[in-house]
């Protein structure tokens, strides 16, 4: 690893630090992802069919976890184990679910749907992200980003919490972006409604939130002995960032990081000593290191915030679970 000053500098240098440049000049590499076992463990990661997710889904199988892979398309996540498969020397267990993380009845249903198979949970990292390129609403009237973002990560970590409490130093683990540095929490208009929509601003404002929230579930699951951390991978190529920002893609692909760069702190957070990682609740982690959530002054929200925003999501999914319901003959 680099010195606490060299790695400070690439930090805040942004591009070096994010890119592949930035992994290899603090002396990280793949196969040391792995800090320690998870043999007998379960883990849940979302948007699994490719990129970090596979990525992120590989490193825990290498680590011995019982791994299961949550889909949106099937056939994707097929391809993904496939591939997976191929790269594990050992035998891998590889679970395959899919659900639409954009519909909050689907994602409740699977919650349910797995609690009844799995009694415990060790590991839940919540990868699946949404940058879509115009303003869209799903059944239910959220903008599609918030709803795959935020809303759906905070239903299944709700509904995860029982299993969780029965873990083995349990961790929730949410995958953030750099682009959150540019965001400030809106509370009064937590989906933008009163904006023009812009994808990538949309996207930074829904990473944002999914750091402020991870700090209130840190502070609410403590006591349960669940850690609960979010991350960023840097700048990683992705299909999602191939698709979604393919400008920026074409220009930086020389320097991009590949998948399992971008994953390395999933599975490095994943697999650490309990008294390495859980000193730090609630942190913004990359490259296996806490990581300021703030560089600019305008961005910083206060506590009352954060739970503000917090009560906010556990409203919307409440009334969205009691339409549910309503809906269910």
Same mark, same amino acid.
């Given at each position: 690893?680099?010195?606490?000053?060299?790695?400070?500098?690439?930090?805040?240098?942004?591009?070096?630090?994010?890119?592949?440049?930035?992994?290899?000049?603090?002396?990280?590499?793949?196969?040391?992802?792995?800090?320690?076992?998870?043999?007998?463990?379960?883990?849940?990661?979302?948007?699994?069919?490719?990129?970090?997710?596979?990525?992120?889904?590989?490193?825990?199988?290498?680590?011995?976890?019982?791994?299961?892979?949550?889909?949106?398309?099937?056939?994707?996540?097929?391809?993904?184990?496939?591939?997976?498969?191929?790269?594990?020397?050992?035998?891998?267990?590889?679970?395959?679910?899919?659900?639409?993380?954009?519909?909050?009845?689907?994602?409740?249903?699977?919650?349910?749907?797995?609690?009844?198979? +799995? #009694?415990?949970? *060790?590991?839940?990292?919540?990868? &699946?992200?949404?940058?879509? %390129? @115009?303003?869209?609403? $799903? /059944?239910?009237?959220?903008?599609?980003?918030?709803?795959?973002?935020?809303?759906?990560?905070?239903?299944?970590?709700?509904?995860?919490?029982?299993?969780?409490?029965?873990?083995?130093?349990?961790?929730?683990?949410?995958?953030?972006?750099?682009?959150?540095?540019?965001?400030?929490?809106?509370?009064?208009?937590?989906?933008?409604? +009163? #904006?023009?929509? *812009?994808?990538?601003?949309?996207? &930074?404002?829904?990473?944002? %939130? @999914?750091?402020?929230? $991870? /700090?209130?579930?840190?502070?609410?699951?403590?006591?349960?002995?669940?850690?609960?951390?979010?991350?960023?991978?840097?700048?990683?190529?992705?299909?999602?960032?191939?698709?979604?920002?393919?400008?920026?893609?074409?220009?930086?692909?020389?320097?991009?990081?590949?998948?399992?760069?971008?994953?390395?702190?999933?599975?490095?957070?994943?697999?650490?000593?309990?008294?390495?990682?859980?000193?730090?609740?609630?942190?913004?982690?990359?490259?296996?290191?806490?990581?300021?959530?703030?560089?600019?002054?305008?961005?910083?929200?206060?506590?009352?915030?954060?739970?503000?925003?917090?009560?906010?999501?556990?409203?919307?999914?409440?009334?969205?679970?009691?339409?549910?319901?309503?809906?269910?003959?």
């Amino acid at each position: 690893m680099t010195s606490r000053l060299l790695d400070s500098l690439l930090d805040l240098s942004v591009a070096p630090g994010y890119t592949k440049v930035g992994y290899r000049l603090r002396g990280l590499s793949w196969s040391s992802a792995t800090a320690g076992h998870l043999t007998g463990s379960v883990a849940l990661v979302t948007g699994a069919s490719s990129g970090l997710g596979e990525a992120a889904c590989e490193g825990l199988a290498r680590a011995g976890a019982r791994v299961h892979m949550l889909v949106r398309d099937l056939e994707r996540g097929r391809a993904a184990r496939e591939r997976i498969r191929s790269r594990l020397e050992s035998d891998s267990h590889l679970e395959l679910h899919s659900c639409d993380l954009a519909d909050l009845a689907a994602v409740r249903s699977f919650g349910r749907r797995f609690t009844a198979e +799995e #009694r415990r949970l *060790d590991v839940l990292v919540h990868n &699946a992200g949404l940058l879509p %390129a @115009e303003r869209q609403r $799903t /059944e239910d009237g959220f903008e599609v980003a918030f709803a795959t973002n935020v809303l759906s990560p905070f239903v299944l970590t709700s509904l995860l919490v029982e299993a969780l409490r029965l873990g083995h130093h349990p961790r929730v683990i949410n995958v953030s972006s750099g682009g959150m540095y540019t965001a400030r929490l809106d509370v009064d208009d937590p989906q933008l409604d +009163e #904006r023009e929509f *812009d994808g990538p601003s949309f996207y &930074a404002h829904t990473k944002r %939130a @999914e750091v402020a929230l $991870t /700090e209130v579930w840190a502070a609410r699951l403590a006591d349960l002995g669940i850690g609960c951390h979010s991350m960023h991978p840097g700048w990683v190529d992705t299909p999602g960032l191939a698709r979604s920002l393919p400008r920026f893609h074409r220009l930086m692909r020389p320097l991009l990081r590949d998948a399992r760069e971008g994953a390395d702190t999933i599975v490095w957070l994943a697999t650490a000593d309990p008294e390495e990682v859980d000193e730090h609740p609630g942190a913004f982690w990359h490259d296996r290191r806490p990581r300021p959530k703030h560089l600019l002054p305008r961005t910083r929200e206060s506590r009352q915030e954060r739970q503000r925003f917090w009560a906010e999501c556990a409203r919307l999914a409440a009334m969205t679970e009691q339409q549910t319901n309503e809906r269910t003959p």
